[in-house]
């Protein structure tokens, strides 16, 4: 099979994680439409994901940030 010039271009670059080049060469074989489709699933998990670290900084620094007394 012939894959496009800029996707090996891409790979060859480097500037990409290296979980994400794996991630280009393993769907290669694979059905466009489901691969989108699961790429659209991991996408909304890592936002939830993203929504609760932030959440949990914000309640962590709220009920840590307390005056601190100088003597």
Do not use: C, H
């Not at 996707?7 to 991630?23: F, K, V, Y």
């Not at 936002?47 to 932030?54: A, S």
């Amino acid at each position: 099979m012939s894959y496009p010039t800029i996707e090996d271009t891409i790979l060859d670059d480097g500037r990409i994680s290296q979980w994400l080049a794996q991630q280009m060469l393993e769907t290669r074989n694979l059905d466009l439409a489901k691969t989108l489709a699961d790429v659209d699933k991991l996408k909304i998990i890592l936002n939830k994901r993203l929504d609760r670290v932030v959440k949990e900084r914000k309640t962590f620094k709220t009920q840590v940030d307390l005056n601190i007394i100088s003597f």
